[in-house]
């Protein structure tokens, strides 16, 4: 059974920072590519960070230069540092990977607000 379990949500004022965590289990990590995906209320999901199982990492533009992306294959677990939070980074943010398929963790609040 497949698991993707994130942790490290929070309330941070602006300008702050969180580390997002997800550990996976029930797939083959190493052979997947792992990201992140965030969905704000009333908008639609999207792409925040894309670390491919060669370590090949993509972000969308208005987290560039603030969040990096980043894997532990021993561990079985995948990171989004962020940095310089700003309001619009609020949303649930959602851990995916994928190899043949896509899987989905729950999701983890994100409240950027002073």
């Known amino acids: 059974q497949v698991q993707l379990v994130e942790s490290g949500g929070g309330l941070v004022q602006p300008g702050g920072s969180l580390r997002l965590s997800c550990a996976a289990s029930?797939?083959?990590?190493?052979?997947?590519?792992m990201g992140w995906y965030r969905q704000a209320t009333g908008k639609e999901r999207e792409l925040v960070a894309i670390?491919?199982?060669?370590?090949?990492?993509n972000y969308t533009d208005s987290v560039k230069g603030r969040f990096t992306v980043s894997r532990d294959n021993t561990l079985n677990t995948v990171y989004l540092q962020m940095d310089s939070l700003k309001p619009e980074d609020t949303a649930v943010y959602y851990c995916?990977?994928?190899?043949?398929?896509?899987?989905w963790g729950q999701g983890t609040q994100v409240t950027v607000s002073s």
């Open positions: 670390i491919t199982s060669r370590r090949i990492t």
């Open positions: 029930g797939i083959s990590f190493r052979s997947n590519d």
């Open positions: 995916w990977s994928h190899e043949f398929y896509d899987y």
